[in-house]
């Protein structure tokens, strides 16, 4: 079955950095887009950025842009958020998700990891 | 950026009511609108997409409805376990944006 396994979460201080990974399992990895949606305390959620299935493009959130990078190793099965400059308001857990993309166009995150939790905090 | 709008932010109901959730987007999405459920503590989990498309899986009591700017995810007989945060999602344009959430609570 389809899992989702993020990992690398933890509390930094501001303007440091931190990497994220997700490990996939249960599909062809190489097949699927990949997203990064995060959810601040009692918040809701809010998408940060996509990965297309070759990783030749890349799409961010105005609030993470220039600071935020996504990657993929297909030869892992892992996908990766590269955070830099972190601010206090990146404080969130962070969630990878699956895509799943119909013919028609239209797609939505079939699957969601469990999340891991990123405190930003002197 | 497309705004989407939640109605309403809460609401309390009993185990057997119906219930409509209302989303409405800033502009024309024509269905790319889907729906998720999120219980406390857990990732959000796929019920509608494409507007009115029933996710594998999930029960037949939701269903989805709307097209252009105004959708609706309806409940036809609550559950205990349907009590959660409900989003809704559109994939038209980038970014991607979510509502703000509906939270369900138990009267």
């Known amino acids: 079955q389809v899992q989702l396994v993020e990992s690398g979460g933890g509390v930094v201080q501001p303007g440091r950095s931190l990497r994220l990974s997700c490990a996939a399992s249960?599909?062809?990895?190489?097949?699927?887009?990949m997203h990064w949606v995060r959810q601040a305390p009692g918040k809701g959620l809010e998408w940060v950025a996509v990965?297309?299935?070759?990783?030749?493009?890349?799409h961010y959130a105005d609030s993470v842009n220039g600071r935020f990078t996504i990657s993929r190793d297909t030869s892992k099965n892992t996908l990766y958020l590269q955070m830099t400059s972190l601010r206090a308001e990146d404080t969130a857990v962070y969630y990878c998700?699956?895509?799943?993309?119909?013919?028609?166009?239209?797609?939505?995150?079939?699957?969601w990891g469990q999340g891991t939790l990123v405190t930003v905090s002197s | 950026d497309i705004q989407m709008t939640q109605s309403p932010s809460s609401l309390s109901a009993s185990v057997g009511d119906r219930l409509t959730i209302t989303c409405r987007a800033s502009?024309?999405?024509?269905?790319?609108l889907n729906w998720y459920q999120q219980i406390p503590g857990k990732a959000p989990k796929l019920l509608i997409y494409?507007?009115?498309s029933l996710q594998s899986g999930v029960p037949s009591r939701f269903s989805g409805g709307g097209s252009g700017t105004d959708f609706t995810l309806t409940i036809s007989s609550l559950q205990p376990e349907d009590f959660a945060t409900y989003y809704c999602?559109?994939?038209?344009?980038?970014?991607?944006?979510f509502g703000q959430g509906t939270k369900l609570e138990i009267k």
């Open positions: 998700a699956k895509d799943d993309l119909l013919r028609s166009g239209f797609y939505f995150f079939d699957y």
């Open positions: 249960g599909f062809t990895f190489s097949s699927y887009g």
């Open positions: 990965i297309s299935r070759d990783g030749s493009n890349e």
């Open positions: 502009q024309s999405i024509t269905t790319y």
């Open positions: 494409a507007a009115s």
């Open positions: 999602q559109q994939t038209y344009s980038d970014p991607i944006t």
